[in-house]
C-alpha cells in the first residue's frame, strides 16, 4: 500500500503545481500592440494590471476595452507617463502619473477604495476598492 500512495501523492502534488502556474500564466492576456491588460481580485479588491511589452522598441502604448482606456509614453530611459482610465458600472477612475519603471518591475499607481485605514505601523490600508499596477515586461 506505501508504495502506491507515495507515488500518488507526488503526481497530485506535481498536478497542483501545474495548475497553478497555469492559472497565473492564464490571467495575463497576450498583448495587443505591446500592451495588455488583466483585471483580477485581491480579496475585495478589483486590481486593473497595465503590462508594457516590448519597451526596447517602443514608445507608446494604447489601449482601450469595455472597463479601461490606457495611454502609456516612455520618455528617454526609465520614465514613463501614464494616463489610466478604470471604469465600472457605477464611476470613472482617472490616474494620470509619471514612474520610473525597470524591465520586470511593477508599480502601484494608484488605489481607490471606499474604506480607507492606516494601519498602526504607518501603512495604508484600503479595502472594498480599485487597484491599478503598471508593470513593465
Do not use: C
Not at 507526488?10 to 495548475?19: E, M, N, R, W, Y
Amino acid at each position: 500500500m506505501r508504495r502506491i500512495i507515495k507515488p500518488l501523492l507526488a503526481l497530485l502534488l506535481l498536478a497542483g503545481l501545474v495548475a497553478v502556474f497555469l492559472w497565473r500564466n492564464a490571467s495575463t492576456p497576450e498583448p495587443v500592440d505591446g500592451l495588455a491588460v488583466a483585471l483580477d481580485r485581491d480579496g475585495d479588491t478589483e486590481v486593473m494590471r497595465v503590462i508594457l511589452h516590448d519597451a526596447d522598441q517602443r514608445v507608446r502604448w494604447q489601449g482601450k476595452g469595455d472597463n479601461y482606456l490606457v495611454d502609456a509614453r516612455r520618455d528617454g530611459g526609465d520614465v514613463y507617463h501614464l494616463i489610466v482610465v478604470m471604469v465600472d458600472e457605477r464611476k470613472r477612475y482617472r490616474v494620470n502619473s509619471t514612474v520610473r519603471l525597470e524591465p520586470g518591475s511593477h508599480t502601484v499607481v494608484a488605489n481607490f477604495g471606499p474604506e480607507t485605514r492606516v494601519s498602526q505601523d504607518g501603512k495604508v490600508q484600503i479595502s472594498g476598492g480599485r487597484r491599478i499596477i503598471v508593470e513593465l515586461r
